[in-house]
């Protein structure tokens, strides 16, 4: 069973389109969380989710909106695409506060290209 | 702001050696750090989690340690293999809760020559 499962895998866009990435994870975490990965291979968090309440949002554009309709759920939204949005996004979950078991879970990916 | 460091960005040796990628951060303020290992075109598959009152965590071939005041933790591998090719990353999470997400460093890439 896959404990965070992202779909699509890869995503091939134009620019101005609208589109969004689906994130579910099966671990009972409270805390789910958006990541992107640049071209260098850097990794930067862009949104977490508690009880399906934003907690952050790291000077991301507003172009950018995380929708979450459950505990179990983060999808990520991206509207107008830009080239620059071209990345790979990574969808997270963990507990927020357990001393035993604050261990952070990845999806497999979301290649977006926008040409 | 918190920053992390990993040394060395790139490491190749030959099958067999034992080795240590090294991860440094700069506010000591830590509720955990957790080491990642990244496949080319895959996602990060946690390897090991040190909460902050622990010193290392051992995995079958990985110990990972951790001083928190010195703002340090190393990851060491045994008996490596050509399997173990992949990019490591270190990762902490603040002491003000998992709201703030992981602060990453920008991962070792690792190459296990047969």
């Known amino acids: 069973d896959t404990a965070v499962s992202q779909t699509p895998k890869y995503l091939v866009t134009q620019m101005g389109n609208d589109k969004s990435i689906k994130c579910e994870q099966n671990l009972g975490h409270d805390t789910m969380y958006w990541y992107k990965q640049d071209s260098k291979k850097f990794l930067k968090i862009m949104f977490s989710y508690n009880n399906k309440e934003l907690i952050i949002n790291e000077t991301v554009p507003n172009r950018f909106s995380p929708k979450s309709p459950d505990k179990a759920h983060l999808n990520l939204h991206i509207n107008s695409l830009e080239l620059g949005d071209s990345a790979v996004y990574f969808c997270?979950?963990?507990?927020?506060?357990?001393?035993?078991?604050?261990?952070?879970?990845f999806g497999q990916g979301t290649r977006l290209t926008v040409v | 702001k918190q920053e992390v460091t990993q040394i060395p960005a790139a490491l190749s040796v030959p099958e067999g050696e034992n080795l240590v990628l090294n991860c440094s951060f700069t506010?000591?303020?830590?509720?955990?750090l957790q080491w990642f290992r990244q496949d080319p075109g895959k996602g990060l598959t946690s390897l090991l989690l040190?909460?902050?009152?622990?010193r290392e965590q051992t995995s079958g071939r990985l110990n990972a340690s951790l001083d928190k005041s010195s703002g340090r933790s190393t990851l060491y591998i045994a008996a490596s293999q050509p399997g173990d090719s992949a990019t490591y990353l270190c990762?902490?999470?603040?002491?003000?809760?998992?709201?703030?997400?992981?602060?990453f460093g920008k991962g070792t890439h690792l190459i296990i020559q047969p």
């Open positions: 990762a902490v999470r603040p002491e003000g809760g998992g709201a703030d997400g992981l602060t």
């Open positions: 506010d000591s303020a830590i509720y955990n």
């Open positions: 040190i909460q902050s009152s622990q």
């Open positions: 997270a979950s963990s507990h927020l506060w357990d001393r035993l078991n604050t261990e952070a879970f």
